[in-house]
């Protein structure tokens, strides 16, 4: 409830909701327009591809912030107003307290990117589309959003200041983009360095096909994400 008493989440969820509306009203324009010159494709882009790929990328870009200040604030503000030390006298394990603090960033990013997805889900149902690739997509996008929330906390859980802490997600996040789209170390029609970034396994959601490495990229690295922020909880609460 701490995320949803404060201004600027509800700021940034309005920001949200209208740049994703306008984003999906733009492409059904775009594609509308364009159907006279895909008539005479043989190749031409479906639905999928010319609406709802978009959609869903766009989304991704968006919680580059979302994320940056949800998981920012995750553990950072508990140095204000004695947080540790209310963390200190919690009875249950470490694990459980982790694990209900990143399920409610979940929660409450997933408010941001619900209007986009109902949205899509109503197109779906409106048109004869395949479900499998819309499945696929917005698949990746939660685990995207997994991977996100659970790098941005554990960097919270290492900075002291919550300013700074959300400066740094963002930051962070906006260098893995960045490297999905890197040309360097290149070899065997290869990129090595992309393999780093989530962006780029999240790219492999949108296909008709589903990629078992990509999945077990982000489910590995999500849990191994999670027990770092554990031991890092620990290791705070043995030195209080």
Excluded at 47 to 75: D, E, N, W
Excluded at 160 to 182: D, K, Q
Aim: net charge positive.
């Amino acid at each position: 409830m701490y995320y949803l008493r404060s201004p600027i989440i509800w700021l940034v969820l309005a920001m949200s909701a209208f740049v994703s509306a306008w984003t999906f009203l733009l492409l059904i324009d775009l594609f509308t327009a364009m159907q006279v010159k895909f008539n005479g494709m043989t190749d031409a882009p479906t639905t999928v591809q010319g609406i709802i790929y978009p959609v869903i990328s766009a989304q991704a870009k968006l919680l580059i912030l979302v994320v940056s200040i949800i998981a920012g604030l995750s553990f950072s503000r508990l140095h204000n107003n004695n947080g540790w030390t209310l963390v200190n006298s919690y009875a249950g394990s470490d694990l459980n307290f982790v694990l209900q603090k990143y399920m409610a960033g979940l929660l409450v990013s997933l408010v941001f990117v619900l209007p986009a997805l109902l949205s899509i889900i109503a197109l779906s149902f409106m048109t004869s589309m395949s479900v499998l690739p819309i499945v696929y997509a917005i698949l990746g996008l939660l685990l995207l959003l997994m991977w996100m929330m659970a790098l941005g906390m554990f960097i919270s859980s290492l900075v002291n200041n919550s300013g700074f802490a959300i400066l740094l997600c963002m930051v962070v996040l906006l260098i893995l983009w960045v490297i999905s789209y890197s040309s360097l170390d290149m070899t065997w029609g290869k990129n090595w360095i992309q393999v780093f970034s989530p962006q780029y396994h999240f790219q492999q959601f949108l296909t008709p096909y589903l990629s078992i490495s990509t999945l077990f990229y982000f489910i590995a690295d999500i849990l191994i994400l999670i027990m770092a922020i554990n031991f890092r909880i620990k290791h705070r609460r043995y030195r209080l």
